[in-house]
């Protein structure tokens, strides 16, 4: 959301009326606003640059007010002030005209045939006898910084230009030459440049650099002249030091060129509504007349009004609330949408001005009633539909979405800490630090970065880990890191181009490689999904040359005879590429080669209809039945009372183990992601292993039945198992 810094005595001499902060603020959330800060330039200054710059500003209070990014007309205190003063019946919404100069013919402004390669479109219009405060003129600017920033895409859909009509004469001519050809002394310069000298000049501009993107890579270069072949602008970079405006100035040429046209449209119309209300003849524009390269010709600004037709019905039924089309048309006048009852039915008339481009369906006028109505007074209702979440896994992401976490939990239950990175690095991090060739690499680029940090997507998960470890090298050691998310290689059989990839990486670092600790966390993986250690239809690894890893120390991990990863100790230039000083392991295998066989036999899909659950008569005991002998007491010490208790029936049968397979669908153990003496209870009462659908109950069935006679913390809960001799039941 756009914010909008205003001086909260200018804002309240705009309306009118002056609010306490907590007025003010409640009054701007009834609006659909949030007053996000109130403080001063003074102290915003000392916040981000220190005291001793702040020496000198001004301490009046500033509002910084967010504002909906789709609100353009609300990015100035013009635009702020009107819509307030509408929102509380101060004034009527005003209606914006298009007028013809008092000479009778308008200016205008002439487009060629040299821009269709460049930007293609322009509009225009004039503020006539306009009077300019330094209040207002700096409110002014910062419009079309804002718009520039917000609907304008930073410039490369629309630049707009502002001119003193007075110091230039038309008609105007909007061409694209040659970056040598076009000469011209730029905004606030002292010297005649040609375009080639502005924008190496600019490139160390803090402001202008970013977009000299836009058309540098051009042969022509947009430009505008006057009649007299005076330079207006070229934009989207820069206007010309001639026709600059000032305090002033009393007569504004505006300009925008664009690559979209319904959104120079869009611009030109927020520029003029906002202001038209300082010229002579307030709310009124001067027309002006654009001449396409095809001959034909248009009349700008548009400032066009349209009227949309609405229920009262769909928007009592959407909203939540029961108002009469009267009250409801009321509600939307207060909005800046002038309504009317056409008596036809509960039809409601909407009239769309030209500050309202935001509106372009019947649902964003029923928002606009329910924010005139207030959110808080919309009576709170019962859903008519009463479900519980339940997680359905049906389609292909989402299988591997639970096969990603239940392997988190494990590996961090094998001692390591899970880490999340950026899915965007620096070329030189998937490149150049792992002695690879970024051609080598299949990366997406960027096309138009912001920092030299996010310049691709990341192709290994590596570096990230790697830049963990830099950052953290004051813990103790040994540091013990992974992550299990995705990575984006080019791939142009896809219709983006490129496809994701779930991956798994580990690193140990440590005084020494730790290789066997990376060893067996694969070995730990690979018997978390069910892949034993042979050739052919198992795991083995191989040895394997990867730039990355110590010549020697790398092996390939083989499964089912493809090759998913590779894991070994990294090579020392790789170590001190990422500011590192010890040795350091790693693992990296891509899990999707995991999902096709799990995905075939449906393991990791649960669908249990509920009238079969329903019928099934696992009921808690009564408290008063008195506990049986132990099932298992060599394996776990006599359990302490507790108030929990969950019931399974008999494992022995189909309907036990899918009973059981639904109670661990979300779960790695039996009392949640720890193992304890609870699991080797259950264990035991399970005859065989379940079947390969049931996927939860075998998974957890085969880990569990992995941990051998390994000593297990006392459980925490009470379990009652139906006893699969005498049909009793059996308390632990």
Request: proline share 6%; hydrophobic share 40%; with cysteine.
């Amino acid at each position: 959301m756009p914010t909008v810094s205003v001086k909260r005595d200018l804002l309240f001499q705009a309306l009118g009326e002056t609010y306490t902060d907590e007025e003010f603020d409640e009054m701007c959330f009834e609006f659909g606003l949030e007053l996000d800060e109130i403080t001063t330039e003074k102290e915003q200054i000392s916040r981000e640059q220190g005291d001793g710059k702040a020496s000198g500003a001004s301490e009046a209070v500033l509002y910084k007010i967010d504002v909906p990014a789709n609100r353009y007309d609300l990015l100035c205190l013009e635009g702020l002030a009107r819509g307030l003063q509408v929102f509380t019946n101060k004034m009527d919404a005003p209606r914006y005209q298009r007028v013809s100069p008092a000479s009778g013919e308008p200016q205008r402004l002439i487009v060629t045939q040299e821009t269709a390669a460049v930007r293609p479109h322009a509009v225009a219009a004039v503020l006539r006898n306009i009077s300019f405060t330094p209040e207002r003129y700096d409110s002014f600017i910062e419009l079309q910084e804002k718009l520039h920033q917000n609907v304008c895409r930073k410039r490369t859909l629309v630049a707009i230009g502002t001119h003193d009509l007075d110091s230039i004469s038309g008609p105007f001519t909007y061409t694209a030459k040659a970056p040598a050809e076009i000469r011209f002394k730029p905004l606030n310069q002292t010297k005649e440049s040609t375009a080639v000298e502005l924008m190496s000049l600019y490139k160390t501009d803090s402001h202008l650099r970013h977009y000299l993107h836009i058309i540098e890579d051009q042969p022509a270069y947009p430009v505008i002249y006057d009649s007299n072949g005076v330079v207006l602008s070229m934009p989207p970079i820069i206007n010309g030091d001639h026709s600059k405006i000032s305090l002033k100035t009393k007569n504004v040429f505006i300009e925008c060129t664009a690559t979209d046209l319904t959104k120079a449209k869009i611009v030109l119309d927020m520029m003029v509504t906002m202001f038209s209300e300082y010229c002579a003849m307030a709310f009124t524009v001067e027309e002006v007349e654009v001449v396409c390269p095809d001959g034909s010709s248009c009349m700008y600004p548009e400032l066009a009004y349209r009227t949309e037709s609405v229920s009262s019905d769909f928007i009592n039924r959407q909203v939540g609330i029961k108002e009469s089309s009267e009250s409801i048309s009321r509600l939307l006048t207060k909005m800046c949408l002038r309504s009317w009852v056409t008596g036809t039915g509960d039809q409601i008339q909407v009239e769309i001005p030209p500050t309202r481009s935001d509106v372009i369906h019947a649902c964003d006028i029923m928002e606009d009633a329910a924010m005139a109505y207030g959110f808080n007074n919309i009576p709170r209702t019962t859903p008519r539909t009463y479900t519980v979440a339940h997680q359905f896994i049906k389609f292909i992401k989402f299988p591997l979405n639970k096969l990603t976490e239940l392997l988190r939990q494990d590996l961090a239950a094998a001692g390591f800490t899970e880490a999340l990175n950026f899915a965007l690095c620096s070329q030189e991090d998937i490149s150049d630090k792992l002695r690879k060739k970024i051609s080598e690499t299949k990366a997406a680029h960027i096309a138009n970065p912001k920092t030299a940090e996010f310049q691709v997507a990341r192709t290994t998960l590596l570096p990230g880990l790697l830049k963990t470890i830099a950052a953290n090298r004051k813990m103790p050691l040994p540091l013990k890191l992974f992550e299990i998310s995705d990575v984006v290689l080019k791939d142009e059989t896809k219709d983006v181009g490129a496809k994701n990839s779930r991956r798994l990486c580990a690193v140990y670092y440590h005084k020494s490689p730790g290789f066997e600790v990376i060893h067996g966390l694969l070995d730990r993986a690979m018997q978390l999904l069910e892949v034993k250690p042979a050739r052919g239809e198992g795991y083995h690894i191989q040895a394997a040359d990867d730039s990355t890893f110590f010549p020697g120390r790398c092996a390939e991990v083989m499964v089912r005879g493809q090759s998913v990863g590779h894991l070994g100790v990294l090579h020392p230039d790789v170590i001190s590429r990422f500011e590192l000083t010890m040795p350091c392991s790693a693992l990296e295998i891509d899990l999707e080669p995991f999902l096709g066989r799990r995905a075939a036999q449906t393991l990791l899909t649960h669908d249990v209809p509920s009238q079969e659950a329903v019928g099934q008569a696992f009921v808690e005991l009564p408290s008063s039945l008195s506990p049986g002998p132990a099932l298992c007491p060599a394996l776990c010490p006599a359990l302490t009372s507790s108030s929990s208790k969950t019931v399974f029936g008999d494992l022995s049968t189909d309907a036990g183990l899918r009973a059981l397979d639904r109670f661990l669908a979300d779960k790695s153990y039996i009392e949640g992601f720890l193992s304890s003496c609870a699991d080797a209870h259950v264990l035991a009462a399970v005859p065989a292993p379940p079947p390969p659908a049931l996927c939860h109950a075998l998974r957890w069935y085969n880990h569990v039945r992995s941990l051998g006679g390994r000593a297990l913390p006392p459980a925490r809960s009470r379990y009652i198992l139906e006893d699969q001799t005498h049909g009793d039941h059996v308390e632990q």
